[in-house]
DNA sequence: GCGCATATTGTGAGCGTTCTCAAGACTTGT
DNA sequence: ACAAGTCTTGAGAACGCTCACAATATGCGC
C-alpha cells in the first residue's frame, strides 16, 4: 500500500508560497534581485516541503550540468590494481572530490578508463555525452595523454590535471613533488647524511623527474654530490629491491635512501635486513606516497605524503569557480609534507673518523 | 575560435536517418518493432553522428534515470579513514560497481554519509531528490540502519544491503561471513591447531557475529572447545593489540588466532613480536579483508579476501534488473576465499606431548 | 478482395528546471 | 511632479528525451 509520494517540485514550493516558478528559482540559485521579505517565505516553504531540485532537470534547461567527472586509471583499478601502486588514490580523490563538489552544489563521478585501449576517445566521448561535465578531473597517467585533452578542449570542457606542472590547456596541479624531494633531502641532510641516494619513478612519468630534480637542487645547496646515487624503479617491489641492491653495492657509503613510491621503500627495508644493514641505524629510509602500508612496516616508514585528497578538492573548486570561457590555463602546486617515522636518524659515525 | 561543438541530440539523429524521433528511441531502447532495415539505418546514423543520449533528458522524460547510488560512510573515509579498517572498501566498490553499471548502461555514483550525524535523513534525502536513483546500495555500517531502510522504501527506492543477511526491505548481499571464519577455523585445525583464537569485530556491526558464528561452527564439528577464546576489537590496530594481549594472557597454549581486519592481525603480528612468539612457528594468523597492508608485513599474511567487487557487482545486477514492483527481497551469498601467505604453519609441537 | 488483427511508424504532450524578455513597482534627480 | 532609471516579479519558451496514443501499413482468414 506505500502511496507513492510524488517528488516535490519548483512548482509545490511556487504554490506553497504564492509567487511564480521563477521566483523561486531566484531564491534557490541565489539570484540578486529578490526582496528579502519574499525570500524568506519561499525559504520557509522549501524547508516545510523538503524541496531539492533534481539535477536532470537543471541540467536540462540550465547551462550547468553540477557534475564534475574524474577520469581515472582502468588499468590500475582493475587488473593491476593490487600489484601497482597500492590504490589509495581512488579513495583519495573521492574524499578530495566528492566533499568539495557537494560544498558547491555539484557530483562527482567517477569513469574509469584504460590508457591502452584504442576506445580511449569513444568511451570518454561517449561518457561526456551521455554526462555533460561541468568540468573534468585527469589524474596519472592521464593527465598529459594528448587524445584526452585535445578531445576535452574541442569539446569546451574545462579541465584539471593533477599531477601535471605542463602549461598547456586545462589547469595544471603539482603535488610538489620537487618540492617534497628538497624537503625529504635536506631533512637527511639535517641529520648529518652526506650519501643520500634516490629510486625514482619510470621516466614517463613526468613527476619522476621533478623528483630527481628536487633531490638535486638539495644536494647541491648543501653542498653534497649526486654522483651514482640515482637509480630507478616503476615503482613497484621487484623494481625497489633491485634498485635498492644496485645502488647499495656501488655506494658501500650510502647511509639514506629516498624511495619514489611506498613499495620500492619496503623492498629497500627487505634488501637492508638481509646486508644485515639495520634501519633507521645505518640506514635512514623516505619514501613517497605514505600509503597505509608503510605504518606497519618494521620499522614504520617515514614518508612524503601526497596531498591527493586537497589536491583534487583545489581542482573542484578551479573547475567550479571558472568561467565558462576563461583561459587563464594556471599551474597550482599544493605543498606536500613530510611525515616522519621511525625509519629516519641522525647519520652513523664514519667508520674512520 | 573553439566553435562551441553543438550536441547531438536525437533530434539530428531522425533528421539524418529521415525517421521520427520516436523511432530512433525505439533503436537506442531495443524496442520491439522496429524493422530491422530501418532499425540499421538509424544505427549508421547513430554511429555517424556519434549519438549519445544525454542521461538528464533520459530521466527528465523517462521513468529511469540510469543512475544506482553507493552511500559509503563518511567517517572511515575523511576523518578516520587511515585509523580504521583501511579504504580498500571504497576502491573495490568502485571497480565492482562502475564497471558492472557502465555494462548496462548505468551510472554508479557515491554518497559519503555520516552515520552519527543526526542529519541523515535530510543529507540522505537530499541526494535521493537531487539524482533520483533507480537503485541504492548500502555498505557497512549503513546496511541495517533503519533510518536509512525506512527512507529509502518510503520513497520506494530498490536498495540492496552488502554485508547483511537479515531478510528485509531491500535485497541483503553477505560476504560469506560465516562461511569464511569457518574456513579459516577448518584450515587451522587441518593444520593441527586445537586452541584457535578470535578476535571479533564489535557488535554493532552483524558480521561480527556472523563470522564468530562459522568460527564456532567449525569448533564444534571437529570437536574443539571455543572457551576463553573470544575477544572483541573495533578493527583498528590499538585495539587488535589489547585484544592479543588478553588472548595470550589468558591462554598460554593458544597456537593460531584469527583476526576480524588486518589491522588487528598486524597488532597481533607485533605483540606475538614482543612476547618471543614466530609467526608462523609458534603462532598462526589468519586476517579478514586482504587488503594491500597484509602482504608487505613480515611474515606477510594469510587472510580471508573479501569478495567485495564481486558482491557490490552483483547488487547492481541485481537492482538493475529489477522490476519497479518486485519485493522479493532475497539475501545472496557470495562466497569469500582464503588466500594462504606465510603466517600460518602446522601447529608445533605440544610442549609435553 | 474485404475486414480485422497485428506490426510498424508518427504525433503531441509533458518531465522540472532555467533562460530570455517584458511588465510593473519603486527610486532618484531636477 | 515627471521622466528616466533601477529593482523586483512573472510569463512563456526551451532543453532532449520518453510516454501514451493515434495513424498507417502489413498480414491473415475467409
Redesign the pocket.
Known amino acids: 500500500m506505500a502511496r507513492v509520494r510524488k517528488?516535490v517540485?519548483?512548482?509545490d514550493v511556487a504554490e506553497d508560497a504564492g509567487?511564480?516558478?521563477?521566483?523561486v528559482?531566484?531564491v534557490?540559485?541565489g539570484g540578486?534581485?529578490?526582496?528579502p521579505q519574499?525570500r524568506d517565505k519561499v525559504r520557509a516553504s522549501i524547508e516545510r516541503l523538503g524541496y531539492v531540485?533534481?539535477l536532470a532537470?537543471?541540467r536540462?534547461?540550465?547551462?550547468r550540468s553540477y557534475i564534475i567527472l574524474a577520469i581515472n586509471d582502468r588499468e590500475r583499478t582493475l587488473a593491476d590494481w593490487r600489484e601497482r601502486r597500492g590504490t589509495d588514490w581512488v579513495d583519495q580523490m573521492l574524499l578530495g572530490g566528492i566533499l568539495t563538489c557537494s560544498q558547491h552544489g555539484y557530483r562527482m563521478m567517477v569513469e574509469l578508463v584504460d590508457t591502452h585501449s584504442d576506445h580511449v576517445e569513444r568511451e570518454l566521448g561517449a561518457a561526456l555525452s551521455a554526462l555533460q561535465p561541468d568540468g573534468v578531473i585527469l589524474t596519472p597517467p592521464h593527465s598529459e595523454n594528448r587524445l584526452i585533452t585535445q578531445l576535452l578542449a574541442e569539446r569546451g570542457i574545462p579541465f584539471a590535471r593533477i599531477g601535471s606542472n605542463v602549461t598547456g590547456p586545462g589547469i595544471a596541479l603539482t603535488m610538489g613533488d620537487e618540492g617534497a624531494a628538497h624537503l625529504a633531502t635536506m631533512r637527511l641532510s639535517e641529520l648529518g647524511h652526506r650519501r643520500i641516494g634516490m629510486i625514482a619513478g619510470p621516466s614517463q612519468y613526468s613527476l619522476s623527474g621533478w623528483r630527481i630534480d628536487g633531490w638535486k637542487r638539495a644536494l647541491a645547496e648543501v653542498g653534497l654530490s649526486s654522483e651514482g646515487l640515482l637509480e630507478r624503479g616503476d615503482f613497484g617491489y621487484e623494481s625497489g629491491t633491485r634498485a635498492a641492491q644496485a645502488l647499495l653495492d656501488r655506494n658501500p657509503d650510502l647511509t639514506a635512501i629516498i624511495a619514489s613510491s611506498d613499495q620500492m621503500a619496503l623492498a629497500v627495508l627487505e634488501v637492508a635486513r638481509d646486508r644485515g644493514l639495520r634501519v633507521p641505524r645505518d640506514l635512514s629510509l623516505i619514501s613517497f606516497d605514505n600509503t597505509p602500508i608503510v605504518r606497519f612496516s618494521q620499522p614504520p616508514l617515514s614518508a612524503i605524503d601526497q596531498p591527493i585528497a586537497e589536491t583534487v578538492s583545489r581542482a573542484v573548486e578551479q573547475l567550479i569557480a571558472r568561467e565558462p570561457d576563461g583561459d587563464d590555463d594556471a599551474v597550482i602546486e599544493v605543498a606536500a609534507g613530510l611525515v616522519e617515522r621511525a625509519s629516519t636518524a641522525p647519520a652513523p659515525a664514519p667508520a674512520r673518523a
Open positions: 517528488t517540485t519548483i512548482r509567487v511564480s516558478l521563477q521566483t528559482s531566484r534557490v540559485n540578486p534581485n529578490v526582496r519574499l531540485p533534481s532537470a537543471q536540462m534547461s540550465g547551462s
